[in-house]
């Protein structure tokens, strides 16, 4: 008997290992880590809405590892690292969001992921799983909007064994699913935008250029997915990069000038954060001549701007009225007079 149960047991495993040798690929895939990309409420431009689109661009994730009984809140300090500021990018053809090598979920235990966007910031991350704490060092706003970027932070997904429900996204036809990726803005954005005051329809204002002076340079922790920055550094100018643009009428909307520019959040310093705004007037083709004005970025209503906020300079552009105050010059008495005149 004993001998029977040592052949069945060979069989067994020999059966095991014909199994994984023809495992369905599909299945195989399924038990890889993949990712689904979310963005929170509102790279060359600020991404926007909530969808992490597939054209956008890629992001770094960290992950530990936690053996059975242990749990992220109580034991993050023994998690191992499992991916170290990997790189995550869209793959076209099984339409999921994966590494460039390929990982699979642990036999037991747990994982925990977080990450950040976009990994072309990578070198100013760092993530230290004993205090739960992400660090974005010396984060530079970029002074051109072709080299900014929309930085962001994602959310920590805790204590995973598996890959859990797929997001609504554009990526709607894979059948795969992947560790929720929640992203949050991490930046302020500041847009500028004018038209004309009241009464000004028969004028001509033309916005020639917008610049600004503000901190560039800040470090941002996220504590257990709670985001603060420290004061921001290092006074910089700013152009926004906008061509001219007609004012519109006062009954118009608007008119957007430039373009979005992502910030470092800061507090403003009245007479330090400022921004000058150059426009030119015509009458009837007449040139009235153009006028620069420095306006302070503080204003009653915004004394900072904070993360994850659109700010909207609404610019009012108006004129100084002709009035008249007539006046007159009175008689003068001559000298010297008529000589007196005797009638008799």
């Not at 431009?45 to 054209?55: A, D, E, M, Q």
């Not at 809140?73 to 500021?85: E, H, I, P, T, V």
Request: proline share 4%.
């Amino acid at each position: 008997m004993k001998k029977f149960f040592a052949i069945a047991a060979i069989a067994v495993l020999a059966l095991a290992s014909c199994s994984h040798n023809t495992l369905d690929p599909q299945s195989r895939k399924a038990r890889e880590i993949n990712f689904n990309t979310v963005s929170g409420p509102a790279t060359r431009t600020p991404l926007s809405g909530t969808v992490y689109k597939t054209t956008d661009p890629t992001f770094g994730v960290f992950c530990y590892a936690l053996t059975d009984g242990k749990t992220w809140a109580a034991n993050s300090a023994d998690g191992q690292a499992y991916m170290d500021k990997v790189e995550i990018s869209y793959n076209s053809t099984d339409l999921i969001w994966e590494p460039a090598s390929v990982y699979y979920w642990p036999l037991s235990g747990s994982l925990t992921f977080t990450g950040f966007s976009p990994y072309a910031e990578a070198s100013k991350v760092a993530y230290a799983p004993g205090t739960k704490v992400m660090t974005v060092t010396n984060y530079v706003a970029a002074g051109t909007t072709a080299a900014q970027t929309d930085l962001m932070w994602a959310t920590t997904q805790k204590d995973l064994s598996d890959n859990q429900s797929t997001y609504t996204s554009e990526i709607t036809t894979s059948t795969l699913t992947g560790v929720n990726m929640i992203f949050h803005h991490a930046l302020s954005q500041v847009k500028f935008l004018v038209k004309k005051a009241d009464g000004l329809d028969d004028y001509t204002v033309t916005v020639n250029s917008i610049v600004f002076n503000a901190y560039s340079t800040g470090t941002l922790t996220v504590t257990d997915d709670t985001p603060v920055w420290g004061s921001a550094t290092v006074d910089a100018d700013y152009d926004s990069e906008g061509s001219d643009v007609v004012a519109p009428n006062y009954s118009a909307d608007f008119a957007a000038f430039g373009n979005a520019n992502m910030m470092v959040p800061q507090s403003l310093v009245a007479a330090t954060q400022q921004f000058d705004i150059t426009y030119s007037l015509e009458k009837s083709g007449v040139d009235l001549g153009s006028k620069t004005v420095t306006v302070d970025l503080r204003t009653t209503d915004v004394t900072a701007w904070e993360q994850n906020k659109i700010y909207n300079y609404n610019i009012v552009i108006d004129l100084n009225k002709i009035y008249f105050n007539p006046t007159m010059v009175d008689w003068v008495a001559a000298d010297p007079q008529p000589t007196q005149i005797t009638v008799k």
